[in-house]
């Protein structure tokens, strides 16, 4: 670099320290937080963020509910085989033919870590799902509980540090509503790279963990 490049390029910087230009977003240069803090209560903010990026969302008081839920669910769509790992619901749907074959059944079904509200997001992680579970399925269906939530992701990572401690599983992963893209002439294709469809039935068990208050 020459010495008069060099010289310009200080002037102009001893220019702009004269004439500084005013901070556009003076919240992000302090300790103030990015976000704001939860509004209202934290099952409605999920229900409508989570049904804001096409998710479909069920609220039950019992597992029951979710019985009863799933099985009209299955019938009204004609889902007959269903891909799903958690032995306790193959003895809650006796009816339901569960399949091995997840690349050509109807639906899969999984349990999850935590629930984002902020953002709809369900958080996955190879301990309770596997890899595959919830992406290979065209239809994805999660089962969570309220004491999952948490507002942010923030306090997701803190849920799983308290129930993990030093064992974090070696995959943990984001979903935020179905599948989609807008990679070809920005024209947005939903169910391309995962699930064309998610749902999320919310159970009430009674909890509240300190982060979804």
């Not at 001893?14 to 977003?25: G, N, Q, V």
């Not at 369900?122 to 269906?141: C, D, E, F, K």
């Not at 923030?154 to 943990?172: C, G, H, Q, V």
Request: charged share 20%; with cysteine; hydrophobic share 40%.
């Amino acid at each position: 670099m020459s010495s008069e490049v060099r010289n310009n390029i200080l002037r102009k910087i001893r220019l702009a320290l004269t004439h500084s230009t005013p901070i556009p977003f003076p919240l992000t240069d302090g300790p103030a937080a990015v976000f704001q803090p939860l509004q209202q209560d934290v099952v409605v903010e999920f229900a409508e963020q989570f049904t804001n990026i096409q998710g479909k969302f069920c609220f039950c008081a019992t597992e029951t509910e979710v019985k009863q839920g799933l099985h009209t669910l299955f019938q009204e769509l004609g889902w007959t085989r269903i891909y799903c790992k958690l032995p306790a619901w193959h003895k809650q749907l006796p009816e339901v033919i569960w399949t091995d074959d997840i690349v050509n059944c109807d639906a899969s079904i999984t349990e999850c870590e935590a629930l984002v509200a902020r953002t709809g997001t369900i958080v996955l992680s190879a301990a309770n799902t596997g890899r595959t579970t919830s992406v290979y399925a065209p239809v994805h269906i999660c089962i969570a509980y309220t004491s999952q939530l948490t507002y942010d992701l923030s306090d997701a990572f803190t849920l799983l540090k308290e129930k993990y401690r030093e064992n974090l599983p070696s995959f943990i992963s984001f979903a935020t509503g179905p599948s989609r893209t807008a990679d070809i002439e920005k024209t947005l294709v939903v169910g391309v790279h995962g699930p064309k469809e998610v749902y999320c039935f919310l159970i009430d068990d009674g909890k509240w963990n300190s982060t979804s208050r």
